[in-house]
């Protein structure tokens, strides 16, 4: 029987990948942190009692610590680079954390006065609390990979015996193991009834990879995420965009269709005002418009515009050709006054064009003809000028 194709999705992300290192390659200790510091001033102390606790250089260690806020320790721990391959380091590029297996317990709800005791193939390890939400002390008693079971149980005495005031112990059958990621906020592990459960930030200081390289690491995942979301928000746009285009189509079309029948409907009546709206106004620019000749001259003559060298020879108006426009057959002793009385012309303000036409030249003088047209309403009738 086939699998539902939506079952990856009711099971949910899968868990992340953590590299959990023996517990048996790390030295441990418990250092104080003063009261009231911050984060990153815990982490600051943690490291410089690694630092000076160490038999290595911290150039040469894979270290992490471990703090909760208010707590008045902290649990720092770390291992010799070279116990490890070039193959195991390899790997940790492809894995979200790398921590010793005791690591993923320190999550876990434990009273004080706790000793969880953890138990793996090759070791035994015991995290012992105190007062403190942070641990005192992680012993780790490495086991022959052939011991018996009875050796097993004696180790596991010997162990306990030797931690003063060991307190209530609760013992972990089996390694703990990653589980999938409730929230960005944290990750859990759990074996068997107990669960932990790591706040991203803690567990940032509990990776024990080059801290540089930690660094640059986690700058490139906030990029990564930051463009993923823009991406996944510029994707949700287009779509919300599409939707709105279609909508916005099926209402033009439906509206397009009821519009044009509704013009095709009213179309005739509109032509028949349209004819009757261009024949009131023929009518009425044969009752109350005429063609004003003279008064178009005196304007092209006036205020000693048009120079002497030129001579208008006739003049003409027509209403087939409109009622502003005047054509002028001059004559002039210098063609060289005509280029500057066209431009005069020009640049009065009533005045919309002027073209020249038929320039003939005899000698320094010549026949032009010119063809001017007047704005609407410029040129005003001279009795209504007298008055």
């Known amino acids: 029987m086939c699998a539902s194709p939506l079952s990856f999705l009711r099971a949910g992300p899968p868990p992340p990948r953590v590299a959990l290192l023996p517990d048996a390659l790390f030295f441990t200790r418990s250092v104080p942190i003063a009261a ?16 000076s606790l160490a038999p290595f250089p911290l ?53 004080p006065g706790t000793t969880l ?20 002390r992680v012993v780790t008693e490495t086991l022959a990979a052939d011991l018996s079971d009875e050796d097993r149980v004696r180790a596991r005495d010997q162990l306990i015996a030797s931690l003063e005031g060991a307190g209530r112990v609760t013992e972990v059958a089996a390694p703990l193991t990653a589980e999938p990621a409730a929230s960005d906020g944290y990750l859990g592990f759990r074996s068997g009834t107990l669960v932990s459960r790591l706040a991203a930030p803690v567990a940032a200081q509990l990776d024990v990879r080059d801290k540089i390289e930690l660094a640059a690491r986690r700058n490139a995942d906030r990029r990564d995420v930051f463009l993923w979301r823009v991406a996944l928000g510029a994707v949700a746009a287009l779509l919300l965009l599409a939707v709105a285009e279609l909508g916005i189509l099926g209402a033009r079309k439906f509206w397009q269709v009821a519009r044009l029948a509704r013009v095709a409907a009213q179309a005739p009546r509109v032509e028949e005002i349209r004819k009757s709206h261009a024949l009131a106004n023929r009518i009425d620019d044969l009752a109350t418009k005429r063609l ?20 208008f020879v006739s003049a003409s108006a027509s209403s087939n050709t409109g009622l502003h426009t005047l054509f002028v057959e001059a004559a002039t002793t210098s063609m060289g ?51």
Do not use: C, H
Not at 59 to 81: D, K, M
């Open 117 to 136: 005791l953890l138990a793996s193939a090759e070791a035994l390890t015991a995290l012992q609390w105190e007062k403190s939400p942070v641990p005192v």
């Open 337 to 387: 006054q005509l280029s500057a009385y066209v431009a005069t012309l020009r640049r009065l303000p009533m005045i919309q064009s002027v073209e020249t036409r038929d320039e003939k030249t005899r000698n320094d003088g010549g026949t032009f003809r010119l063809t001017v047209v007047f704005k609407p309403g410029s040129v005003k009738r001279a009795d209504s000028i007298a008055q």
């Open 59 to 111: 150039a040469q260690l894979y270290y992490g610590s471990f703090w909760v806020p208010g707590a008045e320790n902290a649990l720092v721990f770390g291992a010799y680079r070279r116990r490890f391959t070039g193959e195991q380091t390899a790997e940790w590029a492809e894995t979200e954390l790398v921590i010793p297996g005791f690591a993923a317990a320190l999550g876990a709800p434990v009273a």
């Open 36 to 51: 009231g510091a911050t984060p990153a001033e815990a982490a600051a102390q943690a490291e410089l009692a690694l630092e």
């Open 292 to 311: 004003l000749p003279f008064e178009m001259i005196a304007l092209l003559t006036e205020d000693n515009r048009k120079p002497a060298e030129i001579t």
